[in-house]
């Protein structure tokens, strides 16, 4: 069975961090690509960040460039998210979803988690 399970979510004041995790299971991790998502309240789904897990390539929103920074640990089949000078924009549930390229597309993604919510007060 095929599970992601997202965490390290909560609330945190402006300027603060958080690092969210994936834990992937139930597929050959290194054959999928693995990406992070957020949804806010009324809004649609916005693509984060994306890494291949075969060649480590990462991808990024321009809204969190220079801010997050996406890791994988092949070993442990996990995918990190850390996330610095977070914004209150930056308020949404997180999820990370599986799939067969690294793009912030979210449609592309076979796989899904069931998010971790991220609350940034200001």
């Known amino acids: 069975e095929v599970q992601l399970v997202e965490s390290g979510g909560g609330l945190v004041q402006a300027g603060g961090s958080l690092r969210l995790s994936c834990a992937a299971s139930?597929?050959?991790?290194?054959?999928?690509?693995i990406g992070w998502f957020r949804q806010a309240p009324g809004k649609e789904r916005e693509g984060v960040s994306c890494?291949?897990?075969?060649?480590?390539?990462?991808y990024y929103a321009d809204s969190v460039k220079g801010r997050f920074t996406i890791s994988s640990d092949n070993a442990k089949n996990t995918v990190y998210l850390q996330m610095n000078s977070l914004k209150p924009e930056d308020t949404a549930v997180y999820y990370c979803?599986?799939?067969?390229?690294?793009?912030?597309?979210?449609?592309?993604?076979?796989?899904w988690g069931q998010g971790t919510q991220v609350t940034v007060s200001s």
């Open positions: 139930g597929f050959t991790f290194d054959d999928y690509a």
């Open positions: 890494i291949s897990s075969s060649d480590g390539n990462t």
């Open positions: 979803a599986a799939g067969g390229i690294a793009t912030l597309f979210g449609d592309e993604y076979d796989y």
